[in-house]
């Protein structure tokens, strides 16, 4: 007995000792320094909103806060969400919740305070994790897997995030803990008094609790909903009608206080509803002629679900994409929760385990059918930052007692796939792309659903170059930077302007194709640089072709990519190019000033399926370009 309290102290004092580093380390971030003077999307909103309530107590957007925001940051509220309220007022329109309890530290702090709430955060989070596996294990094996489920993930990248992520994890993993404690106790009264329980976690006062937290979830992501399954269907099971009863009670009434309050102080109960815009780059009361009403674009949830929908089919996808995508995968990002689902298939199940497996499915579900082209946050988003808030129902899925086993296997895959991540998420938060570029990445499908909110579109260069001729026109999302980005602006002026794209020396360039209507052939234009001999392979779609080319010589040819990816109106069709060698005029020819490392050169010209049922020559005559009403260069840039 006394070790096991030895071995409960030592436990105890790496958490205090772990949670003071990350203490220190939020109180002496250089905050500048660290998001190079620049928020986007949520960060700016966030930062933007806390602000605003940690000095005028208030979520009304006004020009005061746009200033105060320059004073911190250079740039200026890229992407902030705002919408018009009662009164004509305009409001932040993001959830209050997280920018409410962040905004005394950051009263206290300034920016750093967003840090040290995180870090408490962190504490609670590593303690409640310990304090329950010591039901079951030694203190120490139960530091180590709640230290892996948090560190051993990319969870713990959102700590450095200015958004709720990391916050609503919280809130979710606190839910489940008083939910989940008292079933975990072991009914031996010995060996409960020596783990230190307490009359609280044993009563129904900590599920009621946990009905506080979850309304809070919900209020905070709305489909947080699902985690009443558990709270209130256990209850049920055991046939407590009134303790289920009550939960309900206390989760909605409490819910409605938190949507009351929006709508108190905005006039809508739905944040996300209503006239509701994005800005980038001009603010409302920037200047006198800059208003809510002649600046932004609208962004209203009304109707989301109607816009969003798409077939079934592209559910499935997006099932497959949520496990095993490249940028968005949990068996990559999330192992531990992995393994805790590949635990529970092999373990025994009670019906408390059953209720959380229904919650979290339910809870991909709705992410991927109700926002089947964004389910993971966004293009800037690391990983699938949504999945924060259903994450922590995979700690307590497990039937089996877990093991030291689990931890290894977690640490190792955290080696192999993402240690780049955890060494530096800083850098990784801010070129959220980098790391899916390299291997073991680049060997697991890009998700073509997520085409217009992937990590590469953080880098304008990447992101829908155009191609192809009039009225045609295609567009290339590079995934990786072997590609030479075309010069721009008085760049472009320097040297002649070049229609196609250069890959950048002997490697594999890859990218997604789209184009806003089926192409039936591709025209492809292909030059090899100054390498005497040099063989190029092409892969596009299905059409798989590999050619051999003399010095700079040109060749021109027909693929057929089949029938491709369609989303909506895109056909999406995955794209490749790869030269055996390359060549820098500079070095290599006489009066060259091109120091480019060139690899191969090409040019698209797309044929659509409904032109080549009537033109089998191949080349486009104008008279049938002006009878096919094809969408041409409409979209985003």
Same mark, same amino acid.
């Given at each position: 007995?006394?070790?096991?309290?030895?071995?409960?102290?030592?436990?105890?004092?790496?958490?205090? #000792?772990?949670?003071?580093?990350?203490?220190?380390?939020?109180?002496?971030?250089?905050?500048?320094?660290?998001?190079?003077?620049?928020?986007?999307?949520?960060?700016?909103?966030?930062?933007?909103?806390?602000? +605003?309530?940690?000095?005028?107590?208030?979520?009304?957007?006004?020009?005061?806060?746009?200033?105060?925001?320059?004073?911190?940051?250079?740039?200026?509220?890229?992407?902030?969400?705002?919408?018009?309220?009662?009164?004509?007022?305009?409001?932040? @329109?993001?959830?209050? *919740?997280?920018?409410?309890?962040?905004?005394?530290?950051?009263?206290?702090?300034?920016?750093?305070?967003?840090?040290? %709430?995180? @870090?408490?955060?962190?504490?609670?989070?590593?303690?409640?994790?310990?304090? *329950?596996?010591?039901?079951?294990?030694?203190?120490? *094996? +139960?530091?180590?897997?709640?230290?892996?489920?948090?560190?051993?993930?990319? @969870?713990?990248?959102?700590?450095?995030?200015?958004?709720?992520?990391?916050?609503?994890?919280?809130?979710?993993?606190?839910?489940?803990?008083?939910?989940?404690?008292? #079933?975990?106790?072991?009914?031996?009264?010995? $060996?409960?008094? +020596?783990?230190?329980?307490?009359?609280?976690?044993?009563?129904?006062?900590?599920?009621?609790?946990?009905?506080?937290?979850?309304? =809070?979830?919900?209020?905070?992501?709305?489909?947080?909903?699902?985690?009443?399954?558990?709270?209130?269907?256990?209850?049920?099971?055991?046939?407590? &009608?009134?303790?289920?009863?009550?939960?309900?009670?206390?989760?909605?009434?409490?819910?409605?206080?938190?949507?009351?309050?929006?709508?108190?102080?905005?006039?809508?109960?739905?944040?996300?509803?209503?006239?509701?815009?994005?800005?980038?780059?001009?603010?409302?009361?920037?200047?006198?002629?800059?208003?809510?009403?002649?600046?932004?674009?609208?962004?209203?949830?009304?109707?989301?679900?109607? !816009?969003?929908?798409?077939?079934?089919?592209?559910?499935?996808?997006?099932?497959?994409?949520?496990?095993?995508?490249?940028?968005?995968?949990?068996?990559?990002?999330?192992?531990?929760?992995?393994?805790?689902?590949?635990?529970?298939?092999?373990?025994?199940?009670?019906?408390?385990?059953?209720?959380?497996?229904? =919650?979290?499915?339910?809870?991909?579900?709705?992410?991927?059918?109700?926002?089947?082209?964004?389910?993971?946050?966004?293009?800037?988003?690391?990983?699938?930052?949504?999945?924060?808030?259903?994450?922590?129902? &995979?700690?307590?899925?497990?039937?089996?007692?877990?093991?030291? $086993?689990?931890?290894?296997?977690?640490?190792?895959?955290?080696?192999?796939?993402?240690?780049?991540?955890?060494?530096?998420?800083?850098?990784?938060?801010?070129?959220?792309?980098?790391?899916?570029?390299?291997?073991? %990445?680049?060997?697991?499908?890009?998700?073509?659903?997520?085409?217009?909110?992937?990590?590469?579109?953080?880098?304008?260069?990447?992101?829908?170059?155009?191609?192809?001729?009039?009225?045609?026109?295609?567009?290339?999302?590079?995934?990786?930077?072997?590609?030479?980005?075309?010069?721009?602006?008085?760049?472009?002026?320097?040297?002649?302007?070049?229609?196609?794209?250069?890959?950048?020396?002997?490697?594999?360039?890859?990218?997604?194709?789209?184009?806003?209507?089926?192409?039936?052939?591709?025209?492809?234009?292909? $030059?090899?640089?100054?390498?005497?001999?040099?063989?190029?392979?092409?892969?596009?779609?299905?059409?798989?072709?590999?050619?051999?080319?003399?010095?700079?010589? !040109?060749?021109? %040819?027909?693929?057929?990519?089949?029938?491709?990816?369609?989303?909506?109106?895109?056909?999406?069709?995955?794209?490749?190019?790869?030269?055996?060698?390359?060549?820098?005029?500079?070095?290599?020819?006489?009066?060259?000033?091109?120091?480019?490392?060139?690899?191969?050169?090409?040019?698209?010209?797309?044929?659509?399926?409904?032109?080549?049922?009537?033109?089998?020559?191949?080349?486009?005559?104008?008279?049938?370009?002006?009878?096919?009403?094809?969408?041409?260069?409409?979209?985003?840039?």
């Amino acid at each position: 007995m006394k070790i096991m309290k030895d071995k409960g102290r030592t436990a105890n004092l790496i958490i205090i #000792l772990l949670s003071l580093f990350f203490l220190g380390q939020a109180l002496t971030l250089n905050f500048p320094d660290i998001q190079q003077n620049f928020l986007f999307a949520d960060e700016a909103i966030y930062y933007s909103m806390t602000q +605003s309530l940690a000095h005028d107590f208030d979520i009304e957007y006004t020009k005061r806060d746009l200033i105060r925001y320059y004073e911190d940051i250079d740039s200026g509220p890229m992407g902030i969400f705002l919408k018009k309220g009662k009164q004509n007022k305009i409001f932040f @329109a993001k959830s209050f *919740l997280y920018p409410l309890c962040a905004a005394p530290f950051f009263r206290l702090f300034g920016p750093n305070g967003f840090f040290v %709430f995180h @870090a408490l955060l962190l504490f609670a989070v590593l303690s409640m994790g310990t304090h *329950l596996l010591k039901l079951h294990h030694t203190p120490s *094996l +139960s530091l180590l897997l709640s230290g892996t489920f948090i560190f051993a993930s990319a @969870a713990i990248i959102y700590y450095y995030w200015i958004s709720p992520d990391f916050f609503n994890f919280f809130l979710v993993f606190s839910a489940l803990f008083l939910w989940m404690y008292k #079933l975990k106790v072991p009914p031996d009264s010995a $060996r409960r008094d +020596s783990i230190g329980t307490t009359p609280f976690l044993l009563s129904d006062a900590s599920d009621y609790t946990a009905g506080i937290l979850v309304a =809070a979830a919900i209020y905070a992501k709305p489909p947080n909903i699902v985690l009443l399954l558990p709270l209130i269907g256990l209850p049920l099971f055991q046939k407590k &009608f009134k303790k289920a009863a009550a939960l309900f009670l206390i989760a909605g009434a409490v819910s409605l206080i938190f949507w009351g309050a929006n709508a108190l102080v905005t006039g809508e109960w739905n944040y996300q509803g209503g006239e509701r815009k994005i800005f980038h780059y001009r603010y409302p009361f920037e200047k006198a002629d800059k208003t809510f009403d002649n600046l932004g674009q609208e962004m209203s949830a009304s109707g989301y679900g109607e !816009k969003h929908m798409m077939p079934p089919r592209i559910a499935a996808f997006n099932l497959f994409y949520y496990f095993a995508g490249r940028y968005t995968g949990i068996i990559w990002y999330f192992f531990p929760a992995f393994l805790a689902l590949l635990v529970f298939l092999l373990s025994r199940k009670r019906v408390r385990h059953w209720l959380l497996l229904a =919650a979290l499915a339910a809870q991909i579900g709705i992410y991927i059918i109700m926002m089947p082209d964004n389910y993971a946050g966004g293009g800037g988003a690391l990983a699938n930052r949504y999945f924060l808030s259903i994450y922590p129902l &995979f700690f307590f899925l497990s039937g089996f007692e877990k093991k030291t $086993r689990d931890a290894v296997l977690s640490w190792g895959a955290a080696a192999l796939l993402i240690a780049p991540l955890l060494i530096s998420p800083l850098h990784h938060s801010r070129f959220p792309s980098t790391h899916a570029k390299k291997i073991p %990445f680049t060997l697991f499908p890009p998700e073509m659903t997520l085409i217009n909110n992937l990590p590469t579109d953080t880098v304008p260069s990447a992101k829908m170059v155009q191609t192809g001729n009039a009225p045609y026109f295609g567009y290339i999302h590079h995934l990786d930077d072997n590609y030479i980005a075309k010069p721009r602006g008085t760049e472009a002026k320097s040297s002649p302007p070049e229609k196609g794209i250069w890959t950048k020396g002997a490697r594999r360039a890859e990218m997604i194709l789209e184009t806003r209507f089926p192409v039936k052939e591709i025209h492809m234009t292909v $030059r090899n640089n100054a390498r005497r001999t040099n063989t190029i392979r092409i892969t596009l779609g299905k059409d798989r072709q590999t050619l051999t080319f003399n010095s700079n010589e !040109k060749k021109t %040819f027909t693929v057929r990519p089949g029938r491709g990816f369609r989303l909506r109106d895109q056909y999406l069709y995955r794209f490749s190019v790869t030269p055996q060698k390359s060549s820098i005029p500079f070095y290599e020819q006489t009066g060259s000033e091109d120091q480019r490392h060139l690899g191969a050169y090409f040019e698209l010209e797309f044929i659509p399926v409904e032109l080549k049922k009537h033109q089998p020559a191949g080349k486009v005559g104008k008279s049938q370009q002006d009878n096919v009403a094809f969408p041409q260069n409409d979209r985003r840039t």
